[in-house]
């Protein structure tokens, strides 16, 4: 339990560092389920990346920024654009086979394209992309043998120098508290660096395409150590999820709609033209807003997706993995339109970081979709996620190895876990109560439309939670369940009050109240311990709205 180098997570990013920082020293990879259980693990669509002759650095630069509504940091978009095909590069030869043309001997990939990009230069593996990304990076890091893995682990918290740092200036992460998910043991974990590569928090929702991992909890973490947490308020909710009492959770590829598949009301009529002019290749805050509006005001419990006028064989051979699934909810997407609705599915904003994955905590890095580095902005352009992963997951490998070596200083003697006077609980149903409750707060009152009236009620509702949930966390002995609920309690509320913060109507976050375009762009910033006290001009509106008429 003292490596030189501890991941927490075990997605593309955090693999990605992994192997790199295994390079030179020892790595302990905590991974909170059985590999290659992640959010990678589930990415259909695939990895943006400059790839042809025809396609060019400024043009996906261009493309991120339009997408990102003025608040992408060009540096870092143009950094990540630059250093991408290097890194695909890499995992070709790790072994990940993206799909060609028309045979596996064919040299020239099968680029496809989606929302937002002005060019084709997705690289996918069929439909099922972060699978295979995932099938090669399990395999490397399991043939390395300074690398360890410890399945079914859980961070509760990162473990720093200082008990306070509300700068950090002075502050050195050296490592975190994991507990054994089925032993019940909390293990003392001391490590000369740290990367928080936890993926995001779609668990908030009540709806949403994330695995029941993603429960905000590196975001959580870094809050509480010390790190300043940027723009929460940017949610991507995915505009096509099944919609099926059967189905959970089960992602209807954006590509689809990059390979001509078109949205209608359940009278087969289209719709995306009245919204947008891209139509169906609109990016998905529009698209998301366009169906959420359609079924609001039109009564539809869901809106259809139709690639039935696709030759068979074509749809078959790009979406084999959605329409196998599709299949077994009785749905042929060859010869019918597939019920959609949106679903909470990316979180743009994080633990803030600079270029290299290094937060404001000396040896603390983080990387992946837990961390705000600025390549997103206010929504993210499709498949970036991915490529922004492995970039960072490398860059942020890289500064961390400079960094020990330069530096190899033993970590400092660590307080062992202690439990205080908790005792086993009886009363669970009140996690599962508690939990309930926060996502349906989140679902109604924080979700692709909000207002002032909605955001002020759903902060009161959260922090009343939090305060049962705190009680019950210092009372009873701590569980998988407990941690996850503590950390979703408070990336709620990071969420909600970056979202009262922002006046204006930008990418992600559209606020009824506030439906212009503020005359600056800036980010959200929500430092660690600040609590939200409403200012004037927030209150005003709230009186406003319930005055009488």
Not at 378 to 384: D, G, K, V, Y
Request: glycine share 8%.
């Amino acid at each position: 339990m003292d490596p030189d180098f501890l991941v927490i997570g075990s997605g593309l990013a955090g693999l990605t560092f992994a192997l790199r920082a295994a390079e030179q020293g020892s790595v302990l990879v905590v991974s909170k389920d059985r590999l290659p259980e992640s959010a990678t693990h589930y990415a259909q669509g695939g990895i943006a990346s400059v790839w042809s002759a025809d396609d060019s650095f400024d043009a996906h630069v261009e493309d991120t920024l339009i997408a990102g509504a003025g608040l992408c940091h060009r540096d870092l978009v143009a950094l990540v654009v630059r250093e991408g095909p290097e890194r695909i590069r890499d995992l070709i030869a790790l072994g990940t086979s993206f799909s060609r043309r028309e045979t596996r001997d064919d040299p020239e990939y099968d680029l496809g394209q989606e929302g937002g990009h002005s060019h084709r230069r997705i690289l996918h593996a069929s439909d099922a992309t972060g699978r295979e990304i995932m099938r090669a990076l399990v395999a490397a890091v399991r043939a390395t043998p300074n690398i360890l893995v410890l399945e079914r682990h859980l961070a509760i918290d990162l473990i720093t120098d200082a008990t306070e740092c509300p700068t950090a200036q002075s502050c050195s992460c050296w490592g975190a508290y994991v507990l054994d998910r089925d032993g019940g043991r909390v293990h003392t974990v001391r490590a000369r660096a740290t990367l928080l590569a936890t993926g995001g928090a779609g668990k908030v929702y009540l709806y949403t395409s994330n695995p029941d991992i993603a429960t905000g909890d590196g975001i959580a973490m870094a809050c509480r150590a010390g790190v300043p947490i940027g723009n929460m308020e940017f949610i991507q909710f995915h505009p096509t999820c099944l919609y099926h009492p059967a189905a959970k959770s089960f992602l209807i590829s954006e590509a689809l709609r990059g390979e001509g598949a078109v949205l209608r009301r359940p009278d087969g009529t289209p719709f995306m033209a009245a919204y947008d002019a891209r139509a169906e290749l609109a990016p998905r805050d529009v698209v998301a807003r366009a169906i959420d509006s359609e079924m609001k005001v039109r009564g539809y419990d869901c809106v259809y997706l139709d690639i039935s006028h696709q030759p068979r064989e074509f749809v078959i051979g790009r979406f084999p993995t959605i329409h196998a699934r599709c299949l077994q909810y009785g749905i042929d997407l060859t010869k019918e339109p597939i019920p959609v609705v949106p679903a909470a599915h990316y979180c743009c904003g994080g633990a803030m970081t600079d270029a290299n994955g290094a937060t404001n905590i000396r040896r603390l890095y983080a990387a992946g979709e837990v961390a705000m580095t600025g390549l997103h902005g206010a929504n993210r352009l499709a498949s970036n996620s991915l490529l922004e992963a492995l970039v960072l997951g490398h860059r942020a490998g890289t500064h961390a190895l400079e960094v020990v070596r330069a530096n190899p200083r033993t970590p400092p003697p660590l307080p062992p876990w202690n439990p205080g006077g908790a005792t086993d609980s009886d009363e669970s149903v009140v996690v599962t109560q508690n939990w309930d409750e926060i996502r349906r707060v989140m679902w109604n009152y924080v979700g692709i439309v909000r207002s002032n009236r909605r955001l002020d009620r759903a902060l009161r509702r959260i922090l009343a939670l939090q305060e049962e949930i705190l009680r019950y966390y210092w009372d009873f002995t701590i569980t998988g369940d407990l941690i996850e609920l503590r950390n979703l309690a408070l990336v709620a509320e990071l969420i909600i009050v970056s979202a009262i913060k922002r006046k204006e109507s930008r990418g992600l976050h559209h606020n009824i109240d506030y439906p212009s375009l503020a005359a600056t762009a800036a980010d959200t910033v929500v430092w660690p311990g600040e609590r939200f006290v409403p200012d004037a001009q927030f209150r005003a509106s709230l009186d406003r709205r319930r005055a009488p008429a």
